[in-house]
């Protein structure tokens, strides 16, 4: 019996498993060949002797790293600079130790964080502005040998912006929002958790890319987060990420005086209000004397706010920057403030408008130490968005750009998405403020546009308890990134992820992992914009359910905002001051006047700006329509998605056995998953406009598909499923009871003889695992069993829809004309192994 491909755990015995645990801080040891010519220093000289001082961190991080990379141990020091010998050594310290030792070099002026370093000569010296910039330097070094590279170089390398930071979504039960690889790593049972293992090792991870904080719990915050057992776990996961230069912060529900306090009011304004903050507040910084900050989201998405009582989100930002600032806090401040329940039937609402019209008089009005934390884009995380204009309105108020590492609406780290070249869109963005040049990340962010001294970014993470971290060893070039960027925000996208790819599967400086592992990744994004919502009208997944799958028609007719207008005749939002929501014009006016002209808006973001017929051409009038765009993207991005399982596969032998698998399942149910996205916005637009495809690909029976409905049913029915365009022509079948076998049949004689793949279109359901085996005539070519719950992260339903549906290929089967195909079943409880079609699938076609 054949396993299907995804299944096929083979022991390729090349190099030992590796689980992704050290990510891409795994220190794999050099081929002889190299260290043959490598200097590498026989001593370290960590210029602090005080355990939980970062540059003692960095003494034990070099051991250990070079120890991993060469073999061979070094001494590790904390004084005798002086007495070095020629053999060569490394010293790392702080700008400070480093003079007072008698560091020869001139160190050049540095900015908070920064460091100087240099390779040349003999010696290595790290030199920090701080004791975190100090460590940062050790890392760099660091990442340089595990990549091979003993070059000598010397420069100074400081952060664009002060403020680099993860946030966390994580509960206090210990689950997390959004969160699609297991359970939190910080808290459990509503208390924070005792073995603080992981805690430190990805402070280490965080470290390493330069993110300086950390807030640990969902910005829905829980109350109960201020206990006193919880704040003295918060004063121990401090303590543990405090050797790696990591601050702890919090986020804080705005009515916990109320709720958690026994107050009878939140009023911001309030005496009594006030007083419980500072006491709350008072109480924390005992348990963390350095803590980074509070992050508060309020009057936003049900979450209590200043608006409860008519105040201004400014007297709410500004009631917590009181409370921090006698101890050095900083108060994130979510600028993600808008209403749910704008009414659909008005042309001029709009969503994307709120956080402009919410903060933009509010300017003058917040503390030095409040910063606005602002998405991205005006609405959520979507695969591409106009950056929001809020950066260019916020002159006086320090702002911070939010980033989503975790692939929310994404593909939720079971498709490939690498997210920077998306990143890069809005951070390369010139909002041209004044009519100067006002880049976000090189101008904006950096402070130089208005003069700013506090900004930067915060980055959602959502690492769970898997051994990957993320569920998904691809995904977690995307964190890596995050911090590169936050640190210089005109990383090369590309670069970053050769240095990420190389310490991750290296040491094998083998072109085809390199080169695969790129290209893969740098048309993931692409790809995925094709195959879920281009041309700017977002991800067209479910928008009141998981953010997964294909959902198109969720968007429209809901107080939530995520429009996209479509009707019989066009698609997109109206958001021109011309004629729509004016949002355009809430740009400078440089901006505005490309956003509001359909013919000057790019087409990546036309249906962003513009509301237009399906008959609208792209390309200033030379390219296709709309909706043959639409079709043509879909199959598209769904045909780039289809070669990566060949593309891994590719390097079978060159990526240890356990990785090599893992990565390889992910990218089979991908191109799967994909296909689905495709068929169900292609046949859902059809539909809509009732245009055919040029093509003739959409809603026409699929050449090489039998439909389930159409074969030979035993113990099956035929059913409907919602959203309609879910299911290959609009139909499945399902298990007439839930625990009886059952099955379906097929004669293959539309297809000549020849050597096929078969793909099994079924659909996953949570709270089930049926079992499937699929025989051609009495031969069986596998089994499988309907498990996808225990294999991927995605949120799980329990219904037959596009976040369930999924298919398995079984690949080269010889099929002649008449064969029999079967698919023998057994339901599961909620599982009614529902089945969709089977493609019989001649080499090369997508479909
Ligand atoms: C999105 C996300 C929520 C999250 C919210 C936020 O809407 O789906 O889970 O709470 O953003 O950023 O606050």
């Known amino acids: 019996m054949r396993s299907p491909w995804f299944l096929a755990f083979l022991s390729l015995g090349l190099v030992t498993a590796e689980d992704g645990r050290n990510a891409w801080l795994r220190y794999a040891q050099l081929p002889d060949n190299v260290l043959r010519h490598a200097r590498v220093p026989k001593s370290i000289i960590a210029l602090n002797s005080t355990e939980t001082s970062p540059v003692f961190t960095a003494g034990l991080e070099l051991q250990k790293g070079i120890r991993g990379v060469t073999g061979k141990t070094p001494d590790l020091t904390h004084e005798g600079y002086n007495n070095r010998n020629g053999s060569g050594s490394i010293v790392v310290g702080t700008v400070e130790a480093y003079t007072e030792a008698g560091g020869a070099s001139q160190i050049p002026e540095l900015d908070e964080d920064g460091f100087w370093f240099s390779t040349e000569g003999d010696n290595v010296e790290i030199v920090g502005q701080n004791e975190r910039g100090a460590l940062y330097g050790a890392f760099e070094y660091l990442s340089m040998i595990a990549q091979g590279n003993f070059t000598g170089v010397a420069y100074a390398t400081n952060p664009s912006a002060p403020i680099r930071w993860v946030n966390q979504w994580d509960n206090l039960d210990g689950t997390i929002e959004r969160g699609y690889a297991g359970l939190s790593i910080f808290f459990e049972n509503n208390v924070t958790v005792s073995n603080l293992t992981r805690v430190t090792e990805y402070a280490r991870l965080l470290s390493s890319i330069r993110i300086n904080g950390i807030v640990i719990n969902n910005v829905n915050a829980n109350p109960i987060l201020l206990t006193p057992e919880n704040l003295a776990g918060l004063g121990n996961i401090a303590d543990a990420m405090r050797p790696w230069g990591v601050k702890v912060g919090i986020s804080l529900n705005f009515a ?24 709350i507040t008072k109480k924390v910084y005992e348990k963390v004397p350095d803590m980074a900050g509070y992050l508060i989201k309020a009057s936003s998405e049900g979450q209590p706010g200043p608006l409860t009582y008519n105040r201004t989100l400014a007297d709410g930002a500004n009631l917590f920057a009181r409370a921090v600032q006698p101890y050095g806090g900083i108060v ?51 695969v591409r968005e106009a950056p929001s204009p809020l950066f260019a309105h916020l002159r006086h108020t320090a702002t911070a750009m939010e980033l989503q590492v975790a692939q929310e609406y994404l593909g939720q780290q079971c498709h490939l998405v690498y997210l920077p070249p998306l990143w890069r869109t809005v951070l390369d963005f010139d909002l041209r403020v004044d009519g100067q040049q006002s880049i976000i990340g090189a101008d904006i962010l950096t402070g130089k546009t208005f003069n700013k001294k506090l900004s930067g970014y915060a980055g959602v993470v959502n690492v769970g308890r898997n051994a990957t971290w993320l569920g998904s060893h691809l995904a977690m070039s995307n ?48 790809a995925y914009e094709n195959y879920t919502g281009n041309l700017g009208v977002q991800t067209l997944t479910d928008i009141t359910g998981p953010h997964y799958g294909p959902n198109p028609q969720s968007q429209d007719h ?65 390219g296709p329509t709309v909706i043959q765009h639409f079709y043509d993207a879909h199959y598209a991005g769904a045909e780039t998605v289809a070669t990566f399982p060949a593309q891994w596969a590719a390097l079978r032998g060159k990526i240890d056995a356990q990785r090599y698998e893992e990565v390889l399942f992910r990218l089979v149910y991908q191109a799967g998953h994909a296909i689905v996205w495709r068929d169900a916005i292609s046949e859902f637009y059809l539909n809509m406009s009732g245009i055919a495809d040029e093509r003739g690909r959409v809603g026409r029976p699929h050449p090489w598909r039998v439909e389930a409905e159409d074969m030979e049913l035993d113990g099956y029915r035929v059913t409907a ?40 279109a079924y659909y996953d359901l949570y709270e089930g695992r049926a079992r499937y085996e699929l025989f051609l005539n009495d031969r069986s070519l596998g089994a499988w069993v309907g498990d996808l719950e225990d294999r991927l992260g995605y949120t799980l339903t329990r219904g037959i829809d596009g976040h369930s549906a999924t298919r398995v290929t079984f690949r080269d089967v010889q099929i002649r004309k008449g064969d029999v195909l079967r698919i023998q079943t057994l339901p599961d409880g909620r599982e009614t192994a529902p089945l969709d079609y089977v493609a019989v699938l001649p080499r090369g076609v997508v479909d």
């Open 332 to 382: 994130m401040f979510r600028a993600f403030v808008y209403d749910h329940t704008i009414a659909y039937d008005n042309w001029y609402n709009d969503r994307a408008n709120a956080a402009v019209d919410f903060f933009r008089d509010l300017d003058a009005d917040f503390d030095d130490n409040v910063v606005v934390q602002i998405k991205y884009g005006p609405i959520d995380f979507q």
């Open 721 to 760: 499923v919602t959203p309609f365009e879910a299911a290959s022509g609009l139909r499945i079948v399902q298990t007439v009871d839930n625990s009886t076998a059952a099955r379906v049949r097929a004669r293959l004689r539309q297809f000549p003889d020849g050597v096929y793949d078969v793909a099994v």
């Open 479 to 526: 964190l890596y990134a995050f911090g590169r960027l936050a640190w210089d925000p005109a990383a090369d996208s590309a670069a970053m992820l050769r240095d990420w790819t190389r310490l991750t599967f290296g040491p094998s400086d083998d072109e085809a992992v390199l080169n695969t592992i790129e290209s893969m990744s740098m048309a993931s994004w692409p």
């Open 558 to 622: 809901n107080g939530w905002g995520q429009w996209t207008r479509a009707d019989g005749e066009g698609i997109g939002m109206d958001r021109t001051v011309r004629n729509g929501t004016a949002n355009a014009g809430q740009y400078p006016a440089e901006v505005a006047a490309v956003f509001e002209d359909v013919a000057a808006t790019p087409d990546d973001l036309l249906l962003w700006f513009h509301h237009v017929p399906y008959t609208h051409r792209l390309r200033g009038g030379e």
């Open 256 to 279: 916990s005086p109320q709720d958690f306090g026994g107050l009878d009011t939140f009023d911001p304004l309030d005496q009594s209000v006030i007083a419980w903050w500072a006491d």
